[in-house]
């Protein structure tokens, strides 16, 4: 399986309806602080959008949800990893990603055999309250080394700016939230990041 080089995170069935059929091939649905009601209507909006245009979706934290309707792929971070039952997840047929910010949680999460890990925040990140002030690309690197064949995922204050940066420094794949969700024109953002994106050689196989 492929997986793209640009992976952007949405709150909202909305942003994904706006800005996938544009050309995104890979997306998150990252949804806080909401009422299972509604994360599940969420998924299901998403999980259709992105059938129909040929987008792989990923659901961050809502591992049973996303079993339950039929998704393929979850993200999971450290605290969801205390709760989560991966047996389940993985005998459900589900792909999952995990967040890493040091060693420890790097060797804890490799011992899952995840299909991606992510290493964040790589720059400062506005959208959440974080201890890791920021890693920078020379970990990026480090991580890079330290994984055999699991796709690399950077996150953290990612931009069109800084792909080319961290794509150098080994990361297979770059996520960002608010340099598109914050950008006063948030389609041509997404434009630029395919861009930037297109010539960065071979996909990500997972
Ligand atoms: C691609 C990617 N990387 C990291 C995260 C963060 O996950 P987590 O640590 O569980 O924090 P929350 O996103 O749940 O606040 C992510 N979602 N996606
Ligand atoms: C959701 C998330 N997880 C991170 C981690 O380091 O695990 S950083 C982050 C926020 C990414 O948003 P932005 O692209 O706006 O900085
Ligand atoms: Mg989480």
């Given amino acids: 399986m492929k997986l793209s080089r640009f992976y952007p995170v949405f709150d909202s069935s909305e942003w994904i309806e706006r800005l996938v059929p544009l050309g995104i091939e890979l997306v998150q649905l990252r949804i806080k602080d909401c009422q299972e009601e509604h994360v599940r209507a969420e998924i299901k909006k998403a999980k259709a959008l992105c059938a129909q245009h040929n987008c792989t979706l990923v659901i961050n934290d809502y591992w049973q949800l996303a079993i339950e309707l039929g998704c393929e792929w979850v993200h999971l971070g450290q605290e969801d990893l205390d709760t989560a039952d991966i047996t389940k997840i993985k005998q459900a047929g589900l792909k999952i990603g995990i967040s890493t910010h040091d060693d420890e949680e790097l060797l804890r999460a490799c011992r899952l055999e995840p299909d991606y890990i ?54 297979d794949i770059v996520a960002a939230v608010t340099d598109i969700t914050l950008n006063s024109d948030p389609e041509a953002r997404i434009k630029e990041w395919l861009n930037a994106c297109k010539n960065v050689s071979n996909e990500a196989t997972v």
């Fill in 118 to 171: 992510a290493l964040g925040p790589v720059y400062p990140t506005i959208l959440k309250k974080m201890k890791w002030h920021q890693q920078g690309l020379e970990k990026v690197t480090e991580w890079k080394g330290k994984l055999d064949q699991t796709p690399l995922v950077a996150i953290g204050g990612m931009s069109v700016e800084r792909a080319e940066g961290a794509f150098l420094a080994g990361a």
